[in-house]
Nanobody, 114 residues
Framework: QVQLVESGGGLVQPGGSLRLSCAAS????????MGWYRQAPGKQRELVAA???????NYADSVKGRFAISRDNAKNTVYLQMNSLKPEDTAVYYC????????WGQGTQVTVSS
């Protein structure tokens, strides 16, 4: 079993910043990719950003240039720095990690509103 604990969500004004963290623990031998999805009300879950164990990254077009994903392999932790936030970034953000299967966090709410 692998547990993912997320933190860092909250309410922020448009143009503001937030940093999400997600720490993996449990029966971990090797973690391959880690990343973040989000799901807004009435919409499908979408990939926001992902990072491999070697540090290669990819981003949704809607967040390129504003969000940055990083990871600390020693701590089995992935981060999502979100800058220049927009109301359309409002969603529940879920982290995941891939071992022999995919594991999901419980989700953290991000609300961008004035």
């Amino acid at each position: 079993q692998v547990q993912l604990v997320e933190s860092g969500g909250g309410l922020v004004q448009p143009g503001g910043s937030l940093r999400l963290s997600c720490a993996a623990s449990g029966s971990i031998f090797s973690i391959y990719a880690m990343g973040w999805y989000r799901q807004a009300p009435g919409k499908q879950r979408e990939l926001v950003a992902a990072i491999t164990s070697g540090g290669s990254t990819n981003y949704a077009d809607s967040v390129k240039g504003r969000f940055a994903i990083s990871r600390d392999n020693a701590k089995n932790t992935v981060y999502l720095q979100m800058n220049s936030l927009k109301p359309e970034d409002t969603a529940v953000y879920y982290c995941y990690c891939n071992t022999e299967r995919r594991w999901w966090g419980q989700g953290t709410q991000v609300t961008v509103s004035s």
